[in-house]
């Protein structure tokens, strides 16, 4: 792509407007802003174009500038009363201090643009400069009113710092990777932590990339509230009916929590069965074992079609008896782990409290092992006076179950 054909014929460029539907409404609530040139074989994409760091950084942000100026003439013209999301890379905003786009805002909000229709989405992972000046600029941007959207987000320990220093209005998190990790657990399970520490800083996510229905799906399923990619609308140069697609959403949606309930519903009963199968285990083989360690033993007799790792804690976490560990169609003893102390864990005092109270077992989340990589859940029994019976499921029981690996 020639910049300097660009800049001479700046005229033709243009921009299109990708949708972006909400999950509770099954609406369009916005619009990302993407550029476009009108090129002799035909219309392409000026996203090369951004991202070409050889070409000059005026001639970016003029192109840019022209861009969200027709976008929001556009606008103004239809009486688009929407969201618009605008692309801005940090290396570029902060080179007059996001002043020229600022004054650029002002100037279409006395024509009837509110700033609260605005949505600043910022690339900062590759930000070269001060990050305590960007965080200074987005927050003086908030107080017009401008959201903020953080796209790129990756397993960054330090990008994540910085997110719960921004508090961003919105997280992208583009699916395009979920095509390629679809059976990576890490991948999964960092997505998880992303839903989980959006909630704590107060951020709304946007998946991005949507290409296919299962993409579509793990999003409403990872706590997505808005949604965008080529499944659901192709960019174009037209703003689009604001329902065109609730029915389709709808359904959707409809099928989405059928299938979850149906996960729920095998969950529910595989722990009724497994409370039920150790609760007659423990009661007949506690009146013959001499302590914890013999009850463990007999018990691993009975149950190897389904374990294959089993120990004993009191109340606060500390283990009471060896791990029986079943390898090979054999069970071994690790003494090792007796007297370890695992209320450090997430969850764990939450769950004995839970067992204290309902007198029943509990059936856990599935989650990577951390001695085998396997994907497991475990079930915890309470046997009473302060003991507890924690049970690791194995992978392949769990896969021959219907709906209860994921």
């Known amino acids: 792509m020639d910049p300097l054909e660009i800049m001479a014929n700046i005229d033709r ?27 002799e074989d035909g219309i392409i994409s000026l996203g090369p174009f951004f991202l070409d760091e050889d070409i000059p950084d005026e001639y970016r942000l003029e192109v840019d500038n022209y861009i969200l100026s ?27 201090q996001g002043e020229t786009l600022l004054e650029l ?15 600043l989405e910022i690339s900062e992972k590759h930000f070269r400069g001060d990050f305590e000046q960007l965080f200074h600029l987005i927050h003086y941007y908030k107080t017009f009113g401008i959201k903020i959207a953080i796209d790129n987000i990756g397993g960054d320990s330090d990008q994540w710092e910085r997110l719960a220093k921004v508090s961003p209005d919105i997280l992208k998190v583009d699916l ?56 659901l609308h192709r960019p174009s140069g037209d703003f689009l009916k604001e329902d ?3 029915e389709k959403l709808k359904t959707k949606c409809q099928d989405y929590i059928e299938h979850e309930k149906r996960h729920l519903k095998a969950v529910f009963n595989l722990t009724q069965l497994l409370q039920r199968e ?24 009975n149950v190897e079609d389904k374990f294959f790792r089993l120990y004993i804690c009191d109340a606060n976490g500390f283990q009471l008896t060896d791990n029986l560990v079943r390898k090979m169609n054999k069970w071994e003893t690790h003494p090792q782990f007796k007297g370890k102390n695992w209320s450090w864990r997430p969850y764990f005092l939450e769950n004995i409290m839970r067992m204290q109270n309902k ?11 951390i001695e ?35």
């Open 13 to 39: 460029t243009f921009p299109f407007f990708q949708p972006v539907f909400s999950a509770d409404e099954h609406t369009i609530m916005g619009y990302e802003i993407l550029g476009r040139y009108q090129s």
């Open 70 to 96: 027709e976008a929001l003439k556009k606008s103004l013209e239809e009486n688009i009363d929407t969201w618009f999301f605008i692309n801005r890379d940090a290396n570029l905003l902060m080179l007059d």
């Open 105 to 119: 805002l002002l100037s279409f909000c006395a024509k009837g643009v509110k700033m609260e229709q605005v949505v």
């Open 176 to 231: 395009q990777h979920l095509r390629k990790e679809a059976g990576n657990t890490t991948f999964h399970n960092i997505l998880y932590s992303l839903s989980m520490l959006a909630r704590k800083i107060g951020s709304t996510l946007l998946f991005e990339n949507i290409e296919l229905d299962y993409q579509l799906h793990f999003a409403w399923k990872n706590g997505g509230r808005y949604y965008q990619g080529f499944y």
């Open 244 to 246: 065109i697609l609730r």
């Open 278 to 301: 150790i609760n007659e285990q423990v009661n007949e083989l506690r009146k013959h074992a001499g302590n914890l360690d013999s009850l463990l033993i007999s018990l691993a007799k």
């Open 359 to 369: 007198n029943s077992g509990l059936l856990s989340d599935s989650y990577s092992d």
């Open 372 to 406: 085998t990589g396997e994907t497991i859940r475990t079930f915890s029994y309470p046997l009473g006076e302060d003991q507890y019976l924690f049970m690791d499921l194995s992978y392949e029981f769990l896969y021959e179950q219907d709906g209860i690996l994921y």
